[in-house]
Every structure is written in C-alpha cells, then in structure tokens.
C-alpha cells in the first residue's frame, strides 16, 4: 500500500512539473529529459511511471480535466440565480486558466494537435462538456426572462465560449499584463447586456 502511495505521490509530481515546463518552456519543446531533471530522476523513472510520453501528456490532460469538472460542478452549486450559474461557470473557466497558465499553450501546441490524437479527444470532450453547460445555463436564463427568447442557446455558448478563449490569448501573449478573471468578467458582462439589448426589437 505504501509503495502504491509513493508511485501515485511520484506521478501526481511528475504530471505537475509538466504543466510547470509546458509553461515554462512551451509543451512541443519539452521533453522527458527536462521533466526527469525537475523531478530529480533519472529519465527511465519517469518511464517507469508513464511508459510513452503520449501516455505522460494524457495523465497531464486526465489532471486538467478532473480540476476543471469540479471547479464546474462546484460554481454551479454555489449559483442561486440561473444568471449567477452563467456568470459562475465562466469564471470558474477563466480561474482554471489563471492557475493552469500552460493550457492555452497545450491547447494550441503541436502535441495535441498533431501528435497525440487522445490527448486532442480528451479536450474536445471536455468543451464539449462545458459548452453543454453553458447551453443548459443560456436556456435556463431564457426560461427566467433574462435573456431573449429568440437567441440560439447554442450560439450563445459558442460567443461566450470564444470569449474566454479571446482573453484567455490576450492575457497569454501580452505577458499576463492584466488579471484575467476581473477582465474576463468584465468582458462577460459586456456581451450579456449586448444580447439583453437586444430584447423587443424589430427586424425588417
């Protein structure tokens, strides 16, 4: 039992010096020997414990996932208003990113891309699984009068969606000048009165 703490201690290590380097260095010039070197291992140990480096990025992107469901699950429970579910479920997005700060980069390297088809089928599920939340979240809101009838739940979502990606890039290229969560939000709110805007008018 002891050993099988120690072997799970190890890769809960090794899987988050990746995403230390990803950050760090960028995830398609990172390699097994770096993570070895922070880890203070030999690079067969971190074999020993992920057998390819395919199977090392997936336990990365297992990790992501786990984080991100359960900062979903737990904005949601928090939510006493379907329009606070909306505006909690993307910043409990934006959260993950500022505390993950290598997922932009993971998401648009070369490894998931290109390279290592479950990883990229391990991030397609997960927007997936958020953009039906935010669908269900859009519908809820609709159902309350907050948000037009009229407006596809789906569109909504990919426009909010693309929002926090937007900034998310913004915030990655210019150097995380600028806290996200608040500019996030602050974007958020923007585009929500935009769409409530829109309630009662006509069209030619």
Do not use: C, Y
């Amino acid at each position: 039992m002891a050993q099988r703490e120690r072997a799970g201690d190890r890769k809960a290590q090794i899987v988050t010096e990746v995403l230390r380097l990803a950050d760090e260095i960028g995830p398609d010039r990172l390699s097994t020997t770096d993570v070895a070197r922070a880890v203070g291992v030999s690079q067969s140990a971190i074999f020993r414990h992920f057998p390819t480096k395919g199977a090392l990025w997936l336990a990365v992107a297992e990790n992501i996932a786990e984080r991100l469901r359960e900062g979903w699950a737990n904005a949601e429970a928090r939510a006493v208003s379907p329009e606070a579910r909306l505006s909690a479920l993307i910043a409990a997005q934006l959260t993950a990113i500022s505390k993950t700060p290598a997922l932009p980069s993971i998401l648009f390297s070369r490894e998931l891309q290109v390279d290592n088809p479950a990883l990229r089928d391990v991030f397609r599920m997960l927007l997936a699984a958020f953009q039906s939340r935010i669908v269900a979240a859009v519908r809820d809101q609709q159902a309350a009068g907050g948000l037009r009838r009229d407006l596809n739940a789906d569109d909504a979502a990919v426009l909010l969606i693309s929002l926090v990606q937007g900034v998310a890039i913004r915030w990655t290229l210019g150097a995380r000048g600028f806290a996200l969560v608040p500019e996030g939000l602050r974007l958020f709110d923007v585009q929500m009165k935009l769409l409530r805007a829109q309630e009662g008018m006509t069209h030619d």
